[in-house]
Nanobody
Framework: QVQLVESGGDLVHAGGSLTLSCVTSGLLFSNHVYAWFRQAPGKEREFIAGIRWTSPATIYQDSVKGRFDVSRDNVKNIVYLQMNSLKPEDTGVYYC????????????????WGQGTQVTVSS
């Protein structure tokens, strides 16, 4: 059974940092690509960052470039999202997702999802 379990969400002040983790199990970690999505209240789920094997290995939504960093630990089968210089507009539930082959901005194309972790950034 495939599981993706996110953790690390919290309430932080603007300008603060958080590191989200996505622990995976039940899938061949190296065969998949991984993405982080965010869903703010009343809004659609949006692509934030993704990581893959081909170049460029990471891609980001423009609003988080230079502030967020996505990485993967291929031994522990964990995907991370380091978030710096957080802004109130970064508030939302952050989801980890996985699929085969290529990254995609469309959340419906992902096969596996975690339950999400709440990030709240106060001004």
């Amino acid at each position: 059974q495939v599981q993706l379990v996110e953790s690390g969400g919290d309430l932080v002040h603007a300008g603060g940092s958080l590191t989200l983790s996505c622990v995976t199990s039940g899938l061949l970690f190296s065969n998949h690509v991984y993405a982080w999505f965010r869903q703010a209240p009343g809004k659609e789920r949006e692509f934030i960052a993704g990581i893959r094997w081909t170049s460029p290995a990471t891609i980001y939504q423009d609003s988080v470039k230079g502030r967020f960093d996505v990485s993967r630990d291929n031994v522990k089968n964990i995907v991370y999202l380091q978030m710096n210089s957080l802004k109130p507009e970064d508030t939302g539930v952050y989801y980890c997702a996985a699929r085969l082959f290529n990254l995609d901005y469309n959340p419906s194309s992902y096969t596996y999802w975690g339950q999400g972790t709440q990030v709240t950034v106060s001004s």
